[in-house]
């Protein structure tokens, strides 16, 4: 199965500044149709998980352009410009290019 | 807009079978898969499989082989997910998802077991 690593696993962040999240897979995840299935998901505290990003780099309908992810290969990352109270959670990535699917462990996004 | 939208609550003794119904709407049900996921309590998400909508041939990932079973009535959108033989390992929040890549969520089915 392929590994989905995840750094950091903690994340405090001051309001109205920048985090980055980092997904490392154990193998590449470019699909033999060229496409690259990463996908990141935002579990808030309570809810569901939402997908947030599709593709590595497409953001799903009604996501702010704050978010933003990017990466190729096995070397993924997403990243929030300037965070707000709202994006308390944890996010996760999901590599959907080979069987089975999987997940990285979460990375718990708070505010310092 | 699309919705997933998932069965109540459940409390289950050891041994007992559960049932998780997924009511999918606003969109054209079999023509994306369900997946299912599990989340123990405080953990992270497991993919657990998926279905095909189209052809009700499910895949199991690894530790779901056996005892989990997906199923579906495509008369009224419904994807299924039935558990036999529960044990406390079991008790988590199952949630089945719109198509393999996981684009639209259920609310999620806390299924409790415990004598």
């Known amino acids: 199965d392929v590994v989905m690593t995840q750094s950091p696993l903690s994340l405090p962040v001051t309001l109205g500044q920048p985090a980055s999240i980092s997904c490392r897979s154990s193998?590449?995840?470019?699909?033999?149709?060229?496409?690259?299935?990463l996908n990141w998901f935002q579990q808030r505290p309570g809810q569901s998980p939402r997908r947030l990003i599709y593709?590595?780099?497409n953001r799903d309908s009604g996501v702010p352009d704050r978010f933003s992810g990017s990466g190729s290969g096995t070397d993924f990352t997403l990243k929030i410009s300037r965070v707000e109270a709202e994006d308390v959670g944890v996010y996760y990535c999901?590599?959907?290019?080979?069987?089975?699917?999987?997940f990285g462990q979460g990375t718990k996004v708070e505010i310092k | 807009q699309v919705q997933l939208v998932q069965s109540g609550s459940e409390l289950k003794e050891p041994g007992a079978s559960v049932k998780v119904s997924c009511k999918a709407s606003?969109?054209?049900?079999?023509?994306?898969?369900i997946t299912w996921v599990r989340q123990a309590p405080g953990q992270g998400l497991e993919w657990m499989g998926w279905?095909?909508?189209?052809?009700?041939?499910?895949m199991y990932a690894q530790g779901f082989r056996g005892r989990f079973v997906f199923s579906l009535d495509t008369s009224v959108s419904t994807a299924y997910l039935e558990i036999s033989s529960l044990t406390a390992a079991e008790t988590a929040v199952y949630y089945c998802?719109?198509?393999?890549?996981?684009?639209?969520w259920g609310q999620g089915t806390l299924v409790t077991v415990s004598s």
């Open positions: 998802a719109k198509s393999t890549q996981c684009d639209n």
């Open positions: 606003g969109y054209t049900f079999t023509t994306y898969a």
């Open positions: 279905i095909n909508t189209n052809t009700g041939n499910p």
């Open positions: 193998q590449s995840l470019v699909h033999s149709d060229g496409n690259t299935y």
């Open positions: 593709r590595v780099s």
């Open positions: 999901m590599q959907g290019t080979h069987w089975p699917r999987t």
